[in-house]
């Protein structure tokens, strides 16, 4: 299990699925690092089809590039599959990327100082 995994998430590590009374809700980082001063561009993606790896690949690229520029602190979230911890087969781990952890950690731009 970790600081992400969604509620009732079954994981290798969390058998019976994460009970948020015993281990909180999941951690939205996006969000929170959104609200520091010093960010310049934070951004969810994920990776589960060949569309959201190359929007995951530009949002990269974006951050490197607001880095090198000094334009602040860039951090790219990226939802993506645990195939053996989530004991899924890769088709399954993809789709529950999709219809699941996109659904509670919506995908997007939380941050841009560049635009």
């Known amino acids: 299990m970790a600081p992400t995994t969604l509620p009732n998430q079954v994981t290798t590590t969390s058998p019976r699925g994460r ?3 015993m281990t909180g809700e999941p951690i939205k980082m996006s969000e929170l690092m959104a609200t520091i001063p010093g960010a310049a561009y934070i951004e969810r993606v994920m990776t589960a089809d060949p569309l959201s790896v190359r929007k995951a690949k530009k949002a990269i690229k974006k951050a490197f590039q607001y880095q090198v520029e000094n334009k602040g602190f860039s951090m790219i979230e990226v939802l993506s599959s645990c195939n053996i911890g989530w004991g ?19 995908l997007g731009v939380y941050k841009d100082k560049g635009v």
């Not at 529950?96 to 509670?104: C, D, G, L, P, S």
Request: overall charge negative; hydrophobic content about 40%.
């Open 19 to 21: 009970d948020v009374a």
């Open 88 to 106: 899924l087969s890769p088709n399954d781990a993809l789709q529950y990327i999709k219809n699941e952890m996109a659904t509670y950690f919506p």
